[in-house]
T-cell receptor, first 117, second 113 residues
Framework: GAVVSQHPSWVICKSGTSVKIECRSLDFQATTMFWYRQFPKQSLMLMATSNEGSKATYEQGVEKDKFLINHASLTLSTLTVTSAHPEDSSFYIC?????????????FGPGTRLLVL | QQQVKQSPQSLIVQKGGISIINCAYENTAFDYFPWYQQFPGKGPALLIAIRPDVSEKKEGRFTISFNKSAKQFSLHIMDSQPGDSATYFCAAAFTGGGNKLTFGTGTQLKVEL
């Protein structure tokens, strides 16, 4: 089956620093990648949609200058949390899909747990 | 109107029993309804999905029942096993929506021996 990896799996950083999270599709080309955020015992909230070679589309309420997304290739998207603060601590999950039509399966990564001290 | 309501929030089922999780939606444009399973510290994994042109879909022990008129769909896990203990999310998407998923609030299932 299709595999999506994320790196790192967990990260601890100091308040004010920036953190980069990588999302890779290992065995398929991902036309579209999605970034989600999940707080403990809560649902997944879509942050942004990224397509290779174009600017990411952010959901309402998500600060695009704080959460920088780069989809540089068909197998790699990165999320950079800039000037992280404790309230940014969360579980960040990416997903990737080889095609953009509705119903095309999204393959999720294992997630990255971010703790900002 | 983009919300997907899910119930119950948590569920305890005896081994061998049937687990039932329900979801309801308002947006009639939704035309794709997947269910995801998530274990602690892991990303969600697709279990089964349905389109509104069928009322039921079965894959192994997992069945989706879909009621278009009531705008409701449910997941049934037959012969529930301790290994099924996880959080389950329903979701919905619509054609033209860029395959964006709207997730339900999740159900924490525990299957006891």
């Amino acid at each position: 089956g299709a595999v999506v990896s994320q790196h790192p799996s967990w990260v601890i950083c100091k308040s004010g620093t920036s953190v980069k999270i990588e999302c890779r599709s290992l065995d398929f080309q991902a036309t579209t990648m999605f970034w989600y955020r999940q707080f403990p015992k809560q649902s997944l909230m879509l942050m942004a949609t990224s397509n290779e070679g174009s600017k990411a589309t952010y959901e309402q309420g998500v600060e695009k200058d704080k959460f920088l997304i780069n989809h540089a290739s068909l197998t790699l998207s990165t999320l950079t949390v800039t000037s992280a603060h404790p309230e940014d601590s969360s579980f960040y999950i990416c997903s990737a899909t080889p095609r953009t039509g509705v119903g095309e399966t999204q393959y999720f990564g294992p997630g990255t747990r971010l703790l900002v001290l | 109107q983009q919300q997907v309501k899910q119930s119950p929030q948590s569920l305890i089922v005896q081994k061998g029993g049937i687990s039932i999780i329900n979801c309801a939606y308002e947006n009639t444009a939704f035309d794709y309804f997947p269910w995801y399973q998530q274990f602690p510290g892991k990303g969600p994994a697709l279990l089964i999905a349905i389109r509104p042109d069928v009322s039921e879909k079965k894959e192994g022990r997992f069945t989706i029942s879909f009621n278009k008129s009531a705008k409701q769909f449910s997941l049934h896990i037959m012969d529930s096993q301790p290994g099924d203990s996880a959080t389950y999310f329903c979701a919905a998407a619509f054609t033209g929506g860029g395959n964006k998923l709207t997730f339900g609030t999740g159900t924490q299932l525990k299957v006891e021996l």
